[in-house]
């Protein structure tokens, strides 16, 4: 333990075995080393896809209901991408901003960590999403709101 120039008391901080091994789990930061470490992995990204409220399709679901998603920004969020399955999570697509960095490295992290798959990785085909005006509320000449559709 060390303290700082206003006496604040903090530990020391122990660095992982590699980069990116450190993960939040349910109890705090983890360095995640071992297959008994999968749970910690998973719950962080499970919570990492909560926090960023990602529509998510899911292995063995089915594909996401065609229309209006009125509460995805567009053109911003309004992008398939694709999900984790083959590293042994079970996410296929999300509907999102675009490939996101930290659930790829902690999806990286659960395979070379040698994590068991969640299930077999059955995904059904990628939704299509295009931003369209949505006229559906429009009056005059307003077109409405840009809205992310999903075909």
Known sequence: MRTDQARNCYYDVMPCSAPGRCVV???GPVCAESAGDCET????????LYRRQMITVRTGSAPL???????TLCPEACQVSA????????????????PDDELG????LYQALRCPALGPCVCPPAPVAT?????????????????????
């Open 131 to 151: 931003c369209e005006y949505d006229s559906s509320g429009a009056a005059g000449s307003f077109r409405g709101p840009l809205t992310c559709m999903v075909e």
């Open 65 to 71: 209901p065609s229309g209006p998603y009125r509460s």
């Open 83 to 98: 999900g984790h399955c083959a590293q042994g999570l079970d996410t296929c697509w999300f509907l999102s901003f675009g």
């Open 41 to 48: 992995v998973r719950w962080a990204y499970e919570a990492e």
């Open 105 to 108: 490295r902690l999806a990286t």
């Open 25 to 27: 789990g349910s109890a």
